[in-house]
């Protein structure tokens, strides 16, 4: 990619035994997002702190806007801005002491206290700038930890699963925000496992699984790689993993993965199966208590790819 | 730069909390004040004095101990009755003085003065004057005897010969040393210092409950994500520490010498035991919060092991009245060099080459301590 700013190929991370990222390799262009998309535990975090110098990786390499970067690379970190699955913001300070002193760590110096002002209109909170965070709703917090991320104009942004816990309101304005800064021209790696965030936001997606991409492209190119498949969403009376296995062997059924009284399905004709399914539900001695049939989406090719809920 | 604005972030985080301003600057003015009050000469030991009528030799000492400024002598008959006393605090000690006192020194053998004390700061000062004043008493019994035997003149008239000749001489000052009463210094000055050493200590530990919150938090974490270096980050996290013990550990000396005209003896000396007793202070303290995982944990050993150092270290106590042995334990803790440094300040008006041993000792733990905090904070940051 030719204006890429983040390139990263080959990264490997080991702990122990365990090889929490395996050969994690994609790249982000200028004005691009790109979601990296999986379950919990999946190696999301992991290789985004190996982007963001947080981590010494174990193998590969991660450039950003032409400087390799290591934990000690200062260079390449001017050029990031992160913002971290924790509010990790002062609580005993104001929202705008903790713009400055993050801008300070930054180093911008003359136009500190403008920029300051700039990102509090941008997380709309100049209202409430000189307040204590701790007197701050979960949303304003999450707003404010999104802005230190942006405090110094990075080439890239990364963005840590930034929604979870927040309210629907709050959440809509961070989406928003990162659209914008989408069409700005900055670079966005956007990590989450909410489906619904990575369609609307993401230009590009990776799906990580247990440390690997295991595909990669956008909406479309993903979701033709599960063909013209249906996805049926049940809610059940009780334990839905009691008919995970009755269900699979159902034919015409591709994947089906359980998570609670919930059951995922994808099908060739979910009109074919699923009268199968409510007759291996019932015979499990459980009632179906809702159905829901949707075209193939982000979440049905993660269940096609891995046989598991992003959810899970 | 960046480290100056990573300290200066933590003295604005510690000033936020109002109560933290009360347990730095207040707290330990009002003990200094209450300690001194009750410790200090406004409070005069009481001693119960026994000793023989008709006998020369212990009215001379008699009248030794009772000239003392430094405590209120009681005479009195019973020796059980005033050990009773004793027991019940209502007097401080008891000085037996035996019946065949003059007698015995005259005939060549030695006599017992017996001392009865509580473990209190009276007591060891009282303790201090009798031992002066036997002192005294035996120069002149010593020479007395040798000028007996080297001319064999009577032992009594040789002792009357000595003690004229003690008249001719410049006689020995008993002074009284301590702080409690009398000699140099006021009521303040050694409890001023034990305090200040206590509480710089205890806000050291404490604080290291802010660097575990930063952690838990993830902004320690984020710093380093900007273009800031590990170094730089725990430079700044050290410095912050050690800015806010030395504010307090300043402010407790100006405010002592101000309110209570504490003389902390020579300035230059008094700073640099402030400083390399902080210095001590921050790297304990951000040893503390590196190591442990939770403010709750980190809290309430920092409280536990502060007051415990404080003991130990003649901080609560003074180190005169501890055991030989004890007084070997104390100098493991930073506690027990602070003081003996301030002690030779206040006390003997030392300067700094004076406490040289003192100062390197606390240099060197401070380092020590810093060194090895620093590594275990860059890992816990960096992994």
């Keep these: 990619m030719a204006d890429a700013v983040l390139e990263c190929s080959g990264l490997h991370k080991v702990y122990g035994d365990l090889v929490a990222v395996d050969d994690v390799g994609f790249s982000i262009a200028a004005g691009e997002t790109y979601g990296l998309l999986g379950p919990n535990g999946a190696g999301k975090t992991t290789t985004i702190s190996m982007i963001a110098g947080l981590l010494d990786n174990d193998g590969g390499t991660a450039v950003v806007s032409g400087n390799v970067i290591t934990t000690k690379s200062t260079a390449a970190k001017a050029a990031i801005g992160l913002v971290p699955q924790d509010l990790a913001i002062y609580p005993d300070l104001t929202a705008r002491e903790n713009l400055q002193f993050f801008g300070k760590l930054y180093g911008i110096k003359g136009t500190l206290n403008e920029r300051v002002d700039e990102i509090l209109d941008i997380i709309e909170l100049s209202d409430r700038a000189d307040d204590l965070t701790k007197e701050y709703s979960g949303g304003m917090k999450r707003r404010l930890n999104i802005g230190i991320g942006l405090i110094h104009k990075p080439d890239l942004l990364i963005l840590d699963e930034p929604t979870v816990g927040v309210d629907p309101q709050s959440r809509n304005a961070i989406l928003e925000n990162v659209e914008r800064l989408g069409a700005e021209g900055m670079a966005v790696l956007y990590t989450t496992h909410y489906m619904e965030e990575a369609e609307r936001l993401c230009d590009r997606v990776g799906i990580i699984d247990e440390g690997s991409i295991i595909a990669e492209g956008t909406r479309r190119d993903l979701v033709a790689m599960v063909g013209e498949r249906d996805r049926l969403h049940l809610e059940l009376s009780g334990d839905a993993s009691v008919v995970e296995g009755s269900v699979s062997a159902i034919d015409g059924v591709d994947s089906c993965s359980a998570a609670g009284s919930a059951l995922e399905v994808v099908a060739v004709s979910a009109s074919r199966a699923l009268p199968e399914v409510i007759l291996a539900v019932n015979d499990a001695g459980l009632d179906v208590h809702s159905v829901q049939i949707t075209e193939p989406d982000l979440e049905s090719v993660f269940l096609h790819l891995t046989g598991k809920a992003l959810r899970e | ?383």
Excluded: C
């Design chain 2, 1 to 383: 730069m960046k480290t100056l604005t990573i300290a200066a972030s933590s003295l604005r985080r510690l000033f936020r909390e109002r109560s933290n301003i009360f347990f730095i600057f207040v707290l330990p003015i009002v003990l200094i004040l209450v300690l001194g009050l009750v410790f200090g000469s406004g409070f005069t030991s009481r001693v119960a004095l026994i000793a023989p009528d008709n006998d020369e030799l212990a009215g001379d000492i008699t009248v030794s101990i009772s000239t003392s400024t430094a405590f209120e002598t009681i005479p009195a008959d019973d020796v059980e009755d005033a050990r009773a006393r004793l027991r019940r605090n209502e007097i401080d000690a008891v000085i037996v003085i035996p019946d065949d006192y003059g007698e015995s020194l005259l005939a060549g053998d030695n006599a017992e003065i017996a001392y009865y004390s509580t473990p209190s700061s009276g007591g060891f000062v009282v303790r201090s004057v009798v031992e002066a004043a036997i002192a005294e008493q035996a120069a002149v019994i010593r020479a007395g005897r040798f000028a007996a035997d080297a001319t064999d003149a009577d032992p009594a008239t040789a002792l009357d010969t000595a003690q004229l000749v003690q008249g001719s001489i410049a006689a020995i000052g008993v002074e009284t040393e301590g702080g409690v009463s009398g000699g140099s210094g006021n009521q303040f000055d050694l409890g001023a210092a034990q305090q200040l050493l206590l509480f710089m200590f205890l806000t050291a530990l404490t604080s290291s409950t802010a660097l575990i919150q930063s952690r838990r938090l993830g902004v320690s974490h984020r710093m380093l994500s900007t273009p800031t270096s590990a170094g730089a980050i725990v430079g700044g996290e050290t410095l912050g520490r050690f800015l806010i013990v030395m504010l307090q550990g300043v402010f407790i000396v100006v405010a002592a010498g101000v309110l209570f005209d504490v003389e902390w003896g020579d300035p230059v000396a008094a700073t640099l035991v402030v400083m390399t007793f902080a210095l001590t202070g921050t790297g304990a303290g951000m040893l503390l919060g590196s190591l442990f995982s939770s403010e709750q944990q980190a809290g309430g050993f920092a409280i536990f092991g502060a007051l415990m150092l404080a003991a130990l270290g003649g901080s609560m106590v003074p180190l005169e009245i501890f055991p030989d042995t004890m007084v070997t334990v104390a100098h493991f803790t930073p506690h027990a060099w602070g003081n003996d440094a301030f002690a030779t300040l206040i006390r003997h008006g030392g300067g700094v080459t004076d406490i040289a041993t003192e100062l390197a000792v606390l240099t060197a733990y401070g380092l020590a301590l810093i060194a090895l905090s620093s590594v275990v904070f860059r890992r816990r940051l960096t992994h």
